[in-house]
């Protein structure tokens, strides 16, 4: 039988409660990617934007590295960013509640942005439009930190992107529409849609069970 499939915020916004034990404890390598990225954010950020920013996971570890950072976090669900504010309403932090997808970050405006858990969920040209956003967002020497659920084979990617496809056909859902489906990509194809985007470099430095971090530079 067909998965059905439901809207992305919704998706979030029905398991606000059990979301931050699940990823926690339930997803291999994700509590130790959060340490780990935070180790590759610069100690001198100033200026942060964060991706997909839900409760504000990645930001826990990120604020024990640069405690003073003005943080730019974007999320399609409201009710992750209240969660998010609710813990850290004494940091620099402004919230927007949109897709990041099309949406005008500025220019070089960041010293780094970052993204957790959540480019998983769209396809090659969707991220390779964001990735140029992102980087034009960034200033000249500036990172994106990606961590994600990357695929382990160019097999396990193909068949994955095949069956959101007839899912989503099935269900007569159009182009664009944003419905929570795995869709990971492997890190070599990552890496990949990161040169294109205009980053000068980008490797692949950490990786657990399927929970992945790229650094992707900015020269
Ligand atoms: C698995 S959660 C990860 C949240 C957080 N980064 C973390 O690691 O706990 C994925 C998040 O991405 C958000 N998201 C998915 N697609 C999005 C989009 N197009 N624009 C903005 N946020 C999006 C979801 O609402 C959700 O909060």
Not at 100 to 121: K, N, P, Q, R
Not at 153 to 165: I, K, V
Request: aromatic share 10%.
């Amino acid at each position: 039988m067909l998965e059905k499939l439901e809207r992305m915020d919704a998706f979030f916004a029905a398991r606000l409660d059990e979301y931050e034990e699940h990823m926690l404890r339930n997803t291999e390598g994700v509590a130790e990617g959060y340490v780990e990225l935070a180790k590759y954010v610069p100690k001198k950020t100033q200026t942060l934007l964060d991706l997909g920013c839900g409760t504000g996971l990645e930001l826990e570890e990120i604020f024990k590295v640069c405690p003073r950072a003005h943080v730019t976090g974007i999320d399609l669900a409201q009710v992750m960013l209240d969660r998010l504010y609710a813990k850290h309403s004494d940091k620099r932090i402004h919230l927007i509640c949109a897709s990041y997808l099309g949406y005008d970050f500025g220019a070089e405006a960041y010293d780094a942005a970052v993204s957790f858990e959540t480019m998983h969920h769209l396809s090659h040209d969707e991220k390779r439009s964001l990735y140029r956003n992102i980087f034009h967002a960034l200033k000249r020497g500036g990172k994106y930190i990606e961590g994600d659920y990357m695929a382990k084979t160019q097999e396990e990617e193909d068949r994955l992107f095949a069956e959101n496809r007839r899912i989503r056909a099935s269900q007569n859902i159009a182009d664009g529409e944003l419905y929570h489906y795995d869709t990971p990509c492997t890190a070599e194809n990552q890496i990949k849609l990161f040169l294109q985007a205009g980053f000068a470099r980008a490797e692949k430095v950490w990786r657990k069970g399927a929970t992945t971090i790229i650094v992707a530079e900015k020269l």
